[in-house]
């Protein structure tokens, strides 16, 4: 079993490494993560400018590798033949904060493991919130049981497992739960100021995300101190609302006045 560690924090974050430290006991480990942080990142293909990979270390003394890349650019760079020997799996994380309903189209952690989908490999994320007094333990040991599972039943073409962790000590985790994906609020607002030459500039502030804790949703369990664990897939398509839209008068008529 060959897995290959990414992430969206960086090469230096520490629950990449303790994601790897954890992985080992399942099998060979290559590590390939970004120079920088690219949270928030998104599905990113780099496509317009040429991509540099370094030898490295991590804090613990093993070897690694980085790339001025996203984190969907470090798999599918792993894939095309920086790493030489096959990947049987690829596990991302592990992310110092939760990615939860629709964060999964924002989150670099979790682009990163459908990168792996896209090739066909089995791809996984971790998540949890980090705390000083918990650390990343927790999320290390249960993701590496979720690894376990994967690499002895294997996983649908086109799927990534998304895994959150509460912030809690082991022994005060309850369990884990398959879920769905739950409803994010969002509560984003324009912040505009002024350069000294007057023009105005932007950022996206506000407060961090809330959510809708439903019953059997990644939101709902997390509530309830279990490890949420959601299958996704990469066909987007709204299969219910096709049927619907069947009924919509369109036609080509020629005539583009």
Not at 62 to 69: I, K
Not at 73 to 84: R, T
Not at 184 to 205: A, H
Request: proline share 6%; hydrophobic share 40%.
């Amino acid at each position: 079993m060959h897995i290959l560690v990414t992430n969206d924090d960086g090469i230096a974050a520490p629950g990449l490494q303790a994601l790897a430290a954890a992985l080992r006991e399942l099998g060979e480990v290559t590590v390939l993560a970004p120079e920088r942080n690219w949270s928030v990142s998104g599905h990113v293909k780099t496509l317009h400018r040429p991509l540099r990979v370094h030898a490295t270390a991590l804090a613990d003394g093993s070897p690694a590798l980085t790339t001025d890349g996203a984190p969907s650019d470090c798999v599918a760079l792993a894939f095309l033949g920086v790493v030489e020997r096959s990947i049987d799996m690829v596990v991302s994380g592990i992310n110092p904060h939760h990615n939860l309903g629709h964060d999964v189209t924002y989150s670099g952690t979790v682009t990163a493991a459908m990168e792996a989908a896209i090739w066909r490999i089995p791809g996984i994320a971790v998540s949890t919130e980090y705390g000083a007094e918990i650390g990343y333990a927790p999320a290390a040991e249960l993701g590496l049981q979720v690894a376990r599972q994967v690499a002895a039943r294997g996983l649908p073409t086109y799927t990534v497992l998304n895994i959150n962790v509460p912030a809690a000590p082991l022994e005060q985790i309850k369990g884990f739960k398959i879920t769905r994906q739950g409803m994010r609020v969002y509560q984003d607002e324009l912040v505009r100021r002024e350069d000294p030459q007057g023009e105005p500039y932007y950022w996206i502030g506000g407060d961090p995300p809330s959510g809708i804790a439903e019953n059997g949703t990644d939101i709902g369990v997390l509530a309830e101190n279990w490890v949420s664990v959601t299958p996704l897939q990469l066909d987007l398509t709204s299969y219910s609302f096709m049927e619907k839209m069947r009924d919509w008068e369109l036609e080509v008529t020629g005539d583009s006045g």
